[in-house]
């Protein structure tokens, strides 16, 4: 029979283990540790039955973030409802967590709209990870109104809700930026060129958004690699 001393040693031997492989094994660690909820009711019905595993079954989440993981230049053209946002996040506290002093830069339309994205869904899974041994303590900062926009980890990374803008690039360097709606986003060019220059040294730029119309950003480049409906897809990767 193992003493306390001898169990305790063995949990940590293998929270360790796991630590290792999930670095290089992203989706390991989304399916086997994080929680998402379900946003589509009202917030005063929360509670347990709400909370959901990852679904590990969507194949599409799992080629996504092997793209996240090779491409430094990503654009997703997305609709509602298929947890990019979601897939972001969790990309996000997974490189806060494995690729140490990582500047990871959210930006939304608003400041508000960012910073609910941290809070409620980058904050939620860190929290609520499956095994409480995988917390980490972080530093935790909040916007005027009350929500956390920004997290710095006990390795040096942080994660940063912003408002859109091609000014508040010019002012930081990021590892990571990620436009979440660019289309509707009026400053979204200025933050691309002003992200540019970052790509160069070795950031990386992610686009996600669902669709407003033929000229935002993200339908520009599907019209110019050929792109116009599902259909030139299937064409492209038959």
């Known amino acids: 029979m193992l003493s306390e001393r001898e169990e305790a040693a063995l949990l940590l031997h293998e929270r360790d283990r796991l630590e290792e ?19 589509s009711e009202a917030i005063t019905t929360f509670n347990a039955a709400r909370k959901f595993p990852w679904p590990g079954y969507h194949t599409y989440l ?3 973030l092997s793209v996240l993981q090779n491409e430094q230049l990503v654009a997703l053209p997305k609709s509602r409802r298929m947890m990019v946002s979601w897939l972001m996040c969790g990309y996000y506290i997974w490189a806060a967590r494995f690729q140490p002093s ?3 830069f959210y930006m939304s339309e608003t400041e508000q709209k960012a910073a609910f994205a941290v809070d409620k869904r980058c904050k939620f899974m860190e ?15 909040k916007t005027k109104t009350g929500l956390v926009g920004h997290m710095t980890y006990p390795n040096g990374s942080y994660i940063w809700a912003l408002a859109s803008g091609g000014d508040v690039l010019r002012q930081y360097t990021a590892t990571k930026i990620f436009l979440d709606e660019s289309e509707f986003q009026d400053e979204a060019p200025a933050v691309v060129r002003a992200a540019l220059p970052m790509v160069e040294n070795g950031a990386q730029l992610i686009l996600a958004s669902s669709s407003d119309g ?14 116009k409906s599902y259909k030139d ?3 492209l990767v038959a």
């Open 21 to 39: 492989i999930y670095a290089t094994n992203p989706w390991k660690f989304f399916k086997q540790q994080i929680i998402t909820v379900d946003e």
């Open 62 to 64: 799992r080629e996504t």
């Open 102 to 104: 990582s500047a990871l």
């Open 127 to 141: 929290d609520n990870l499956r095994d409480p041994a995988f917390r980490q303590p972080r530093q935790e900062m």
């Open 214 to 227: 033929p000229l935002g950003i993200i339908a520009e480049l599907a019209d110019a690699c050929g792109i």
């Open 233 to 235: 897809v299937q064409r």
